[in-house]
């Protein structure tokens, strides 16, 4: 009978192994062998997900300090007193601070393009579009503000933004040109230069995605009513008369 005779179906994968063992002696060492593989395969994931863990909190942490205290004022040593690591640490997973700057604009471009993407990509009415989008980028600001501020405020000013960041912004921006560009096939659209439509708008939902983020002591109307009205004025302002 060989060894695979002696495997009932339904058996326990301990009770499996002992058969194993009884009948073919031989195959002791690879079954050890396959369990030392299964340890080292779990640890091997672990310490993945521990490293991934660290990287989130370096970020984290370097977001909040950058928005309280500037990117200029903050250096490796305040982060990794933040995250309670040793500043070397922080540099097994960044080279250096622009890296951790420009990973955070990388988080933030990335995490915008799938909301924008996705309004982009909408076959329905191309005005209709077109405001969801501005709400969903003014939205995106109030749901992350830190992140929003220190790629938005602090990049630019120490002009630190890595080329994938670039284009992941760039790609934000190109949803918003999109919808504008549908709107102008549609016959839809009073103005038909698209890219300074494009950055006109963007100025207008930028800036009042900042007010609101920095400026909360002003006495704004209700939050969504003032963002209907801002998207009312700049919608109808490009809509064809």
């Not at 991934?52 to 970020?59: F, G, Q, V, Y």
């Not at 890296?99 to 924008?116: H, Q, V, Y």
């Not at 329905?124 to 992140?147: N, S, V």
């Not at 300074?196 to 995605?209: D, K, N």
């Amino acid at each position: 009978m060989g060894c695979s005779g002696i495997i009932e179906p339904g058996l326990a994968q301990p009770e499996k192994e002992t058969r194993l063992k009884d009948a073919c002696p031989c195959l002791t060492p690879f079954l050890a062998r396959g369990k030392m593989n299964s340890v080292h395969d779990m640890s091997t994931a672990r310490r993945e997900r521990l490293k991934h863990e660290l990287r989130e909190e370096i970020l984290a942490a370097a977001r909040d300090l950058f928005v309280r205290e500037g990117y200029a004022s903050v250096s490796i040593r305040k982060i990794a007193d933040a995250v309670g690591c040793a500043p070397g640490t922080i540099y097994l997973h960044f080279e250096h601070k622009d890296a951790i700057l420009g990973a955070i604009c990388l988080e933030t471009f990335s995490k915008l393009d799938k909301r924008m993407e996705a309004i982009a990509e909408d076959p329905g009415d191309p005005l209709g579009a077109l405001r969801r989008a501005g709400r969903t980028y003014i939205q995106f600001a109030l749901d992350h503000p830190y992140h929003y501020l220190v790629t938005f405020g602090e990049a630019p000013r120490t002009q630190v933004m890595n080329g994938e960041a670039h284009q992941a912004g760039m790609r934000s921006f190109a949803c918003l040109t999109s919808c504008i560009t549908r709107c102008v096939e549609a016959g839809l659209a009073g103005f038909t230069d698209v890219p300074a439509v494009a950055q006109a708008i963007w100025a207008t939902v930028h800036g009042l995605a900042m007010l609101l983020i920095t400026k909360q002591g002003f006495p704004f109307v209700e939050q969504q009513r003032l963002i209907d009205t801002l998207l009312d004025i700049a919608i109808e302002g490009f809509r064809r008369r």
